[in-house]
DNA sequence: GCGCAAAGTGGGTAAATGTGGGGAATTATC
DNA sequence: GATAATTCCCCACATTTACCCACTTTGCGC
């Protein structure tokens, strides 16, 4: 499980540290050190575990058919970017150009544990999301 | 497996360095170096290790009637056009000009892993695309 | 508080990757 | 057949990444 709000920061070559408790899952629960990381829609990037990304991602897509325009935007959107991280001896995975500018991560990150994924956010944005999330939480949920 | 997006540039005569990690693909998965490479029906080029383009392209046609009206669009648009690529010493590929202004290349551009193959875009083009592809995963997926 | 271990940060260096260009060989064009 | 254009095959250089080491900070025990 990954769990908790941690900010770490990301040095000038792109790199960040991996929160510990989230290497400890990664070892303990799924013996691997390596996670898969992607963009996700609502501006952030995703990292999931190489057999949950199997599960939760790619298998639940290929029950789309190939032609299915929702699969074609998915595929393109979710999967293409999708590059596999290996931490180095510190702990540390180098993030990409390209997921890096498209969730705006500059200085300070915030890795939020998610249950079997964890997110990587740029802080202000993260601020304006939660923001939002707070509103539509207090409008209660849809009432069917 | 090709993954992850790239940013390379191509210069004056038209060539491109093929992202390593995808030469890594190609030599190791394919025991390969060349790819064939096409237009896709997205904008876009497309490129296939030649095992790959056989089993998943050329055999897929040649289930249809050759004289479906289909597999004859298809051989006039996606097949004949193709043509085979060999990397230079510096692992880049030169590509002709007409496929380069089908997808409208011009200097910087992005390659993007598919599962088995991978595509060549216009930078411009694709994120109009991706903008267009994020529209529709918002609304969520359809009801199946 | 003090000390220790773990976690996180920063930087140097060699290797790998990506970029640009010259000129010979080949092909196209008239 | 001569000339122009394109492609191929080198070499040289810039940039990025992988790998290593060292330092600072944090948390936790006594």
Not at 93 to 103: D, G, K, V
Not at 105 to 110: A, E, G, I, R, S
Not at 118 to 126: L, Q, S, T, V, Y
Request: glycine content about 6%.
């Amino acid at each position: 499980m990954f769990q908790g709000e941690h900010k770490n920061t990301m040095d000038g070559k792109g790199r960040v540290n991996i929160p510990a408790s989230f290497r400890e899952t990664l070892r303990t629960r799924y013996a691997d050190e390596q996670v898969i990381v992607t963009r996700d829609y609502d501006g952030c990037l995703r990292a999931y575990p190489p057999k949950e990304w199997e599960r939760s991602v790619l298998s639940s897509v290929r029950q789309r058919d190939i032609n299915d325009e929702f699969r074609r935007s998915y595929e393109r959107f979710v999967i293409s970017p999708a590059i596999t991280c290996v931490p180095d001896k510190q702990g540390r995975i180098l993030l990409p150009a390209t997921l890096r500018e498209y969730a705006e991560l500059d200085k300070t990150v915030l890795f939020a544990g998610g249950a079997s994924h964890f997110e990587i956010w740029d802080i202000a944005r993260r601020d304006t999301r939660i923001k939002e999330d707070l509103t539509i939480l207090k409008k209660g949920p849809p009432s069917p």
